[in-house]
T-cell receptor, first 114, second 118 residues
Framework: EAQVTQNPRYLITVTGKKLTVTCSQNMNHEYMSWYRQDPGLGLRQIYYSMNVEVTDKGDVPEGYKVSRKEKRNFPLILESPSPNQTSLYFC?????????????FGSGTRLTVV | AQKVTQAQTEISVVEKEDVTLDCVYETRDTTYYLFWYKQPPSGELVFLIRRNSFDEQNEISGRYSWNFQKSTSSFNFTITASQVVDSAVYFCALTTVNYGGSQGNLIFGKGTKLSVKP
């Protein structure tokens, strides 16, 4: 089944403890992206990647890191999480280029930083 | 710059009423795609529709219909005979396509929370 898999689905952590949220897609998509969703603010883009080893900042990149060493994986790293990073996170992928302009989303990761 | 505005923060209706969710977008690109997503209380994003900028035909899918009007930069979503299961947050989104054919990023509106009461 074509899908974007995020792990974990739920995570409670403490301030300052490094964490990684994984994202993997099995569709050979070139484009991948991370969003965070907060009440009243909708979904805002954190980082995106147009292809392997190509990443760029979205609208709210502060406090996050990403890497794209292989096409299928696009982990989101919080080096020193803070309570203001408590949010619902979504990973998305798309074929990219001129072939398709649809997006597939993961099921979301609900992160709480205490 | 691209922008999507969903002016209705929350809407509450009684079951069987019709409801329209508004979406207004801004872009200078001539080629773009518009989307609607549904987010039920369980939290996942459910894709509803994608529309490209060259296709202004309205679309109907069961109780759902979409009205795309480039003249007003709007892509409104109507649910006919609403049901309790329609209760969710609905997002409108936009992605543009550059001259090289590569897509831009997906930009979301802030969402409209729809509550359908029995």
């Amino acid at each position: 089944e074509a899908q974007v898999t995020q792990n974990p689905r739920y995570l409670i952590t403490v301030t300052g403890k490094k964490l990684t949220v994984t994202c993997s897609q099995n569709m050979n998509h070139e484009y991948m992206s991370w969003y965070r969703q907060d009440p009243g603010l909708g979904l805002r883009q954190i980082y995106y990647s147009m292809n392997v080893e190509v990443t760029d900042k979205g609208d709210v990149p502060e406090g996050y890191k990403v890497s794209r060493k292989e096409k299928r994986n696009f982990p989101l790293i919080l080096e020193s999480p803070s309570p203001n990073q408590t949010s619902l996170y979504f990973c998305a992928s798309s074929l990219g280029g001129r072939r398709d302009y649809g997006y597939t989303f993961g099921s979301g990761t609900r992160l709480t930083v205490v | 710059a691209q922008k999507v505005t969903q002016a209705q923060t929350e809407i509450s209706v009684v079951e069987k009423e019709d409801v329209t969710l508004d979406c207004v977008y801004e872009t200078r690109d001539t080629t773009y795609y518009l989307f609607w997503y549904k987010q039920p209380p369980s939290g996942e994003l459910v894709f509803l529709i994608r529309r490209n900028s060259f296709d202004e035909q309205n679309e109907i899918s069961g109780r759902y219909s979409w009205n795309f009007q480039k003249s007003t930069s709007s892509f409104n979503f109507t649910i006919t005979a609403s049901q309790v299961v329609d209760s969710a947050v609905y997002f409108c989104a936009l992605t543009t396509v550059n001259y090289g054919g590569s897509q831009g990023n997906l930009i979301f509106g802030k969402g409209t929370k729809l509550s359908v009461k029995p």
